[in-house]
């Protein structure tokens, strides 16, 4: 295999296990305001992803110096044609990663208030976002030949990549109250898996128009194929809610996530980046790759570095596996 089609398998990987992990923290930080009725149940929901949510964003760092080093023709079009919606995506994650951390430095209820504001934009924001670049990466934009990006801002607002946002945002919604069941105890894990099975329905219908326009598009049999097993990992994620099995609940709906991001990229090698224009030159892993040597070391780089990474985040779920109830929160605390 070449080590061209290896960084690409490598970064589908990472957006999958971005998509995986942030999708829940995205979740949990919408269903603050839905599932908090006081600021005591903000701040359980809040601790539920406390220690492991900035753990969870290395896997975007590293998505996108993968894709830099490994493809710099690609990080150079998508990060100059999508900068609009990407700048968003940043000010909105700098916006939440501020609020967890300031949130609870004042007793004011309009400080927890506007904080929690943040949290709650600052998850739809890329939740949404998100699904629209990749739609319109796997739809394709219009690039010349000098692989330039040469469409404005609407022209990333088409009805299949808001199709796209839509989905990520009913996956996470679904995967995060998920998440939450399994997280929390006592009265807060009946609400949050009363909550999950009542977003199931419009997720499974969003997330399977989405992906049958995607395959009916690009006819793609492994495409197929992992967007079928995608749908039925989501009904099994539903099924394990219905049940209140969270845990298998949870493994559903994060394979969903997986294989449906699988399934996008499938459908996309070996183009990294199509063009929709007619005489414009579609973005491959050939012609956007970085040169042999450079793909060669960033293999042994990230051989003996991943291991560790993904040794010492296990280690840190595992540490903190515990479910959390809102008797253990401080009455009057931040």
Not at 276 to 281: E, K, W
Not at 308 to 327: C, M, N
Request: hydrophobic share 55%; net charge neutral; with cysteine.
């Amino acid at each position: 295999m070449e080590l061209t089609t290896v960084w690409f398998i490598l970064i589908a990987v990472l957006w999958a296990g971005y998509f995986l992990l942030e999708g829940f923290d995205f979740g949990v930080g919408l269903l603050l305001p839905v599932l908090g009725r006081d600021d005591r149940e903000r701040r359980l929901l809040i601790n539920t992803i406390g220690p492991v949510w900035d753990g969870n964003e290395v896997w975007l760092i590293v998505a996108g110096g993968a894709t830099f080093a490994a493809f710099p023709e690609w990080y150079a079009t998508l990060f100059s044609g999508f900068y609009v919606p990407l700048l968003l995506i940043l000010v909105a994650l700098i916006l939440r990663g501020l609020a967890f951390e300031y949130r609870g430095k004042s007793d004011s209820q309009q400080w927890k208030f506007w904080w929690d504001l943040a949290i709650v934009g600052g998850s739809l924001v890329p939740a949404v976002l998100w699904g629209v670049a990749f739609g319109n990466i796997v739809r394709g934009v219009p690039i010349g030949r000098d692989h330039e990006y040469v469409g404005g801002f609407f022209n990333l607002l088409n009805p299949y990549a808001l199709l796209g946002g839509l989905t990520t945002l009913t996956l996470f919604l679904l995967h995060g109250a998920v998440f939450l069941a399994l997280k929390t105890d006592g009265e807060m894990r009946e609400r949050a898996g009363r909550l999950a099975v009542r977003v199931a329905g419009p997720t499974i219908v969003v997330a399977a128009g989405f992906l049958l326009w995607t395959q009916l598009t690009h006819r793609d049999a492994w495409g197929w194929a992992l967007s079928g097993a995608a749908a039925v990992a989501l009904a099994g994620g539903v099924l394990a809610a219905r049940a209140r099995r969270e845990g298998w609940a949870f493994i559903a709906t994060g394979a969903t996530i997986v294989l449906a991001v699988a399934a996008l990229f499938v459908t996309l090698f070996p183009d990294v980046m199509p063009t929709t224009l007619p005489g414009g030159d579609s973005l491959t892993t050939a012609n956007a790759a970085s040169t042999p040597y450079t793909l060669k070391v960033m293999t042994w780089v990230a051989a003996g570095c991943t291991p560790i990474v993904l040794v010492y985040q296990a280690w840190t779920y595992w540490v903190f596996r515990r479910r959390l109830r809102v008797e253990h929160i401080p009455a009057g605390g931040h």
